[in-house]
């Protein structure tokens, strides 16, 4: 019989896929009763479910993608470069109701703005089977949506003896939820960017906002874009820089840097090196419109 250690080092990435419409080139966002135009445009496979397993995948980390899948022409096209990017799917489910699931993507400099539907519920039939994988040893949560429709999440991952990350991911509809930081209790990992702390713990200023949150977390990474990432564990808090790279879109930064973090985490590296990590896995998503396409262009 292999080892403990030999057979649980995969990571289950649990939460929806979406069909990314991304236009860049923009001079602003679109107003009501005036069109504008775009200089570029790409199609991609999103969702942060998505995006932090492809690059897993790149850090040569065992990972499933945990999701349902759409039968429509937009499910089917982004499944193509979903195929590419070596996640294992075994664990996705594929239902006529679970697409088209679409976000439309306005890049303007290095701000975005977002028009997203949501298809059918987020919880797939393939979850127990999830769990009971038995190279599993940890469970993405890629927005707090995705607990608040399956609430029981940490907890059945605990019993399978798994940790735990979260990324609340930004949705006005539940992330001023007093409710959230109790609805997340069991997360191992918590992976904020800035304006999420800010909305959940009432504070702008980076460092009160995660000493407030790692009351809640053993371990809080918060994601600041240019101004780099703070880490508070133990704690101890520590900050890194931002690295300078040519920035396309900053789509899926925040996934991929949950990536690369989470990678060096599972590895029992130090906090140093798991900060760095997710600065570099940031770094390289915002080089391509679509937080993962570098990863599933194929060549």
Request: hydrophobic share 45%.
């Amino acid at each position: 019989m292999m080892t403990q250690t030999a057979t649980r080092s995969a990571v289950l990435s649990i939460g929806r896929v979406y069909c990314d419409l991304i236009f860049t080139g923009l001079g602003h966002l679109p107003v009501l009763g005036r069109e504008i135009y775009a200089d570029g445009m790409e199609i991609a496979a999103g969702g942060g479910a998505f995006i932090a397993a492809a690059h897993l995948a790149y850090a040569k980390r065992k990972v499933a993608l945990v999701a349902r899948l759409g039968t429509d022409s937009l499910s089917r096209g982004i499944e193509q470069q979903i195929r590419k990017s070596s996640v294992d799917l075994r664990f996705v489910e594929h239902a006529e109701d679970a697409g088209p699931q679409v976000t439309v993507a306005a890049v303007v400099g290095q701000d975005r703005a977002f028009l997203t539907r949501r298809a059918g519920p987020a919880l797939p039939a393939t979850l127990e089977e999830a769990f009971d994988w038995e190279e599993a040893r940890h469970l993405h949560i890629a927005e707090y949506a995705t607990l608040h429709e399956i609430p029981d999440l940490v907890s059945r991952a605990k019993q399978k003896g798994l940790t735990v990350s979260l990324d609340p991911s930004w949705d006005p509809t539940l992330i001023y939820d007093r409710g959230l930081l109790r609805a997340c209790a069991g997360v191992d990992l918590f992976l904020p960017n800035l304006e999420e702390a800010e909305a959940i713990t009432g504070s702008a200023d980076p460092q009160v906002a995660i000493r407030k949150l790692s009351l809640a977390f053993p371990t809080v990474a918060l994601k600041g874009g240019a101004e780099g990432a703070w880490l508070m564990s133990r704690g101890r808090l520590i900050h890194a820089p931002a690295e300078t790279v040519p920035v396309i879109d900053t789509t899926g930064a925040g996934d991929a840097f949950n990536a690369g973090f989470i990678d060096t985490w599972l590895s029992g590296a130090a906090e140093e090196a798991s900060l760095k990590a997710g600065i570099r896995f940031g770094s390289l998503a915002v080089q391509a419109a679509g937080g993962a396409k570098l990863l599933t262009a194929g060549e």
